[in-house]
């Protein structure tokens, strides 16, 4: 029912094989995967064919443990399930139209929808990075790969607030009448009554699986990182939360490239190491000699344990963990492989594919098969309500 689209499925699919496709197979191993203890079932004893038909209907009832998950998974399936289900209802209820002769104390839909465009106008319409101003403020000297970085973001920040500005005032005149309501105006207005994020704002911004409200409140936050920079643009925050930048990948080249021209060392050459500290963002005094101190990650799958400073089990209904400051350093690519350590994708947002990050460098005291098997990745953005 699927197939094998990028390195890391490549990655899993061989962990699967080697576990299950061994000799020790015919000397009944146990057929779940690191389940420690949580549940049981060996495979079947050399027999004839019945006795194989007869081991299969002993099998537990289905469980993530047999893939080697968490039973959290489990969790999020169904949760994914019944938002679509919601989803689904609310479209069929209808967002659109009048308010009619119904309940006058009821907000129509409409009037819902433009009173959002006047809060989110409100929040937004002043806002401008004044990206031109800080440039010439620098000397070419000065202007080293972090700055370009967050010339970038301020950038990207401004052509989205822009773009929401315009679509937000056509639909106020499109409210008013004087102005024909598009079918772009008309999905807007409907995407602000039902709380989702307009599609366009998502082509033009940033990855997020944030309902709008949600969402509006990370624009803000990403508005004050980047004021934060504005402020001194000769230097950058001591702790950068990358789940806050447009694009996180441009920043860790950055780090690359400033090794590189510390070091005299080739670009090509280079990757991004993960150094996981014990510190909280809040709590960094200075920023890192060795490279730049980032937050802003959650683990899935697992979480972090400060006290053996490793990869452990994910506790019941515990979907998320935060993960503390990470140093990343670039270092040369190494072909050496470090048993006490999980090889950890990094993605945008909880639905991880096509939004890749970076692998990072985890500590692990369990095989690193184990975490393979979970599916254990770091996402940056996990959405809200």
């Known amino acids: 029912g699927g197939h094998i689209v990028d390195d890391w499925d490549r990655i899993m699919c061989s962990k699967y094989l080697l576990y299950f496709m061994r000799d ?32 299969i209907e002993t099998m537990p009832a289905e469980s ?68 031109d101003d800080v440039s010439r403020s620098m000397s070419e000297e000065e202007k080293g790969p972090y700055q370009f970085v967050f010339l970038q973001e301020c950038e990207y920040m401004n052509g989205l ?27 807007l207005a409907n995407c602000l009554f ?6 366009w704002w998502v082509k033009l911004g940033f990855a997020s699986t944030r309902p709008l409200k949600s969402w ?28 806050k930048l447009f694009n996180p990948q441009s920043f860790l080249t950055a780090i ?46 697992a979480r972090w344990d400060p006290v053996t400073n490793s990869l452990e089990d994910s506790r019941p209904k515990e979907m998320f963990t935060p993960m503390p400051v990470i140093n990343c350093k670039a270092g040369m690519m190494s ?9 950890c994708p990094t993605y945008c947002v909880p639905i991880r594919r096509p939004y890749y990050v970076f692998p990072a460098q985890l500590r692990t005291k369990a095989p690193a098969d184990k975490w393979v098997l979970a599916g254990v990745a770091m996402i940056l953005d996990i959405g809200g309500s």
């Open 64 to 131: 993530p443990l047999f893939f080697g998950m968490h039973p959290n998974a489990e969790i999020n399936f169904r949760t994914v399930q019944c938002e679509a289900t919601f989803d689904m209802l609310v479209s069929l209820s209808g967002g659109g139209g009048g308010g009619g002769d119904g309940d006058d104390t009821a907000a129509s839909p409409m009037a819902i929808a433009e009173a959002t465009c006047a809060e989110i106008l409100e929040e937004v319409q002043e806002k401008k990075f004044a990206t």
């Open 335 to 343: 072909d050496k492989v470090d048993k006490n350590q999980y090889i």
């Open 256 to 301: 690359k490239q400033l090794c590189c021209q510390n070091q005299g060392l080739e670009l090509d050459k280079l990757q991004v190491f993960t150094e996981v500290t014990k510190k909280e963002a809040k709590k960094v005094e200075a920023a890192s000699k060795d490279g730049a101190f980032c937050s802003g990650m959650w683990l899935e799958g």
């Open 194 to 199: 039902a709380e989702k994020l307009p599609m």
């Open 24 to 55: 020790e197979l015919l000397d009944e191993i146990e057929m779940i995967p690191y389940a420690d203890g949580k549940l049981s079932w060996p495979s079947p004893q050399p027999g004839p064919h019945e006795r194989y038909l007869e081991h």
């Open 216 to 243: 509006r409140v990370n624009l803000q936050e990403r508005c004050v990182q980047l004021d934060d920079w504005i402020n001194d643009p000769l230097n950058i925050p001591k702790v950068v939360d990358i789940s």
């Open 161 to 187: 607030v822009y773009e929401m500005v315009r679509g937000l005032q056509e639909l106020q005149l499109g409210f008013k009448g004087e102005l024909t309501m598009s079918e772009v105006m008309e999905d």
